[in-house]
């Protein structure tokens, strides 16, 4: 059965959001990593 294109979408928007999720949780590591400025 092949998937509509709705839920192709939607796994694909769920997949870039992840990703995204991965990549701030990355940046808030380094950012946390060096001294804080004020």
């Known amino acids: 059965m092949k998937p509509?294109?709705?839920a192709l979408?939607?796994?694909l928007t769920?997949?870039?959001?992840?990703?995204?999720?991965?990549?701030?949780?990355?940046?808030?590591?380094t950012y946390?990593?060096?001294p804080i400025q004020t």
């Open 9 to 11: 979408i939607l796994k």
């Open 14 to 29: 769920k997949r870039k959001a992840e990703t995204e999720t991965n990549e701030l949780v990355n940046l808030l590591f």
């Open 4 to 6: 509509t294109p709705s």
């Open 32 to 34: 946390s990593e060096l």
